[in-house]
Antibody, heavy 120, light 107 residues
Framework: QVQLQESGPGLVKPSETLSLTCTVS????????WTWIRQPPGKGLEWIGY???????KYNPSLRSRLTMSTDASKKQFSLNMKSVTAADTALYYC??????????????WGQGTLVTVSS | DILMTQSPSSLSASVGDRVTITCRAS??????LNWYQRKPGRAPKLLIY???ALQSGIPSRFSGSRSGTNFTLTISSLQPEDFATYYC?????????FGRGTRLEMK
C-alpha cells in the first residue's frame, strides 16, 4: 500500500521560503512523477508541478520562477521549495504520485495534505 | 490555462440514487480527464482516469464518459460511503487544471 507523508513548517513568514518534504513508502519511486498540488482556503485545487527521480521536472508556468523541486532517492523523499511567499501562498499542500503514459497522466496516489500559513 | 467548469457545485441525493457530475473543458483535451474523490481529513482518491478507465479497487458503480469537451462522472446507485467531494482534472496541457469540485451531500 502506497503512503505519502508531507512534512515541514506550518507557518512561514512573508518573503521567506516555503519548504516541504514528502516521504514515500510502498511504491517504486522510479515509476512515478512526484507531484505537488495545493488548495488555498475557499479556492480550487492548483497543480504546482512534478519531478521524477531521474531529474525530469515540469512546473506550473505561473509559479516557475519561485519553485525548486528536488529528490533524495536514498531516503525516498522529494521536496518543494517556494521562495518569496506571500499570503496568497497560504494553502493545504498535497504531495502525490503521478503516472504518465503515452496516452494518459493521472494522480494515482495522494498524501493527506499539510496546511501552510504565510503570516508574520 | 484550460478552464474546467464543473457542475453542479453541490448536490443532495439519497442512497440508491443515480448521480451525474459534469465537467466541461474550455478547449479540446482528448481523453485526458480524470476524476477524484475527497473526504475530509483523508487523502484524495483516484476514481477514473483517461475519461472512462476505472482505477483498480474502485467499485463498478462509478463510470465516466465523454462527449466532445463535456465529461461525465456517474454513480449508478449511491452508497453511504460515496458522500464526498468530487473533482475533475485535465492533464492534456501544462499546467494540469482542476474543476472547482462537487460536494455530494445526503438528502
Amino acid at each position: 500500500q502506497v503512503q505519502l507523508q508531507e512534512s515541514g513548517p506550518g507557518l512561514v513568514k512573508p518573503s521567506e521560503t516555503l519548504s516541504l518534504t514528502c516521504t514515500v513508502s510502498g511504491a517504486l519511486i522510479s515509476n512515478y512523477y512526484w507531484t505537488w498540488i495545493r488548495q488555498p482556503p475557499g479556492k480550487g485545487l492548483e497543480w504546482i508541478g512534478y519531478i521524477s527521480f531521474s531529474g525530469t521536472t515540469k512546473y506550473n508556468p505561473s509559479l516557475r520562477s519561485r519553485l525548486t523541486m528536488s529528490t533524495d532517492a536514498s531516503k525516498k523523499q522529494f521536496s518543494l521549495n517556494m521562495k518569496s511567499v506571500t499570503a496568497a501562498d497560504t494553502a493545504l499542500y498535497y504531495c502525490a504520485g503521478t503516472t504518465v503514459t503515452t496516452s494518459s497522466s493521472f494522480v494515482e496516489f495522494w498524501g493527506q495534505g499539510t496546511l501552510v500559513t504565510v503570516s508574520s | 490555462d484550460i478552464l474546467m467548469t464543473q457542475s453542479p457545485s453541490s448536490l443532495s441525493a439519497s442512497v440508491g440514487d443515480r448521480v451525474t457530475i459534469t465537467c466541461r473543458a474550455s478547449q479540446a483535451i482528448n481523453s485526458y480527464l480524470n476524476w477524484y474523490q475527497r473526504k475530509p481529513g483523508r487523502a484524495p482518491k483516484l476514481l477514473i482516469y483517461s475519461t472512462s478507465a476505472l482505477q483498480s479497487g474502485i467499485p463498478s458503480r462509478f463510470s465516466g464518459s465523454r462527449s466532445g469537451t463535456n465529461f461525465t462522472l456517474t454513480i449508478s446507485s449511491l452508497q453511504p460511503e460515496d458522500f464526498a467531494t468530487y473533482y475533475c482534472q485535465q492533464s492534456y496541457n501544462t499546467p494540469d487544471t482542476f474543476g472547482r469540485g462537487t460536494r455530494l451531500e445526503m438528502k
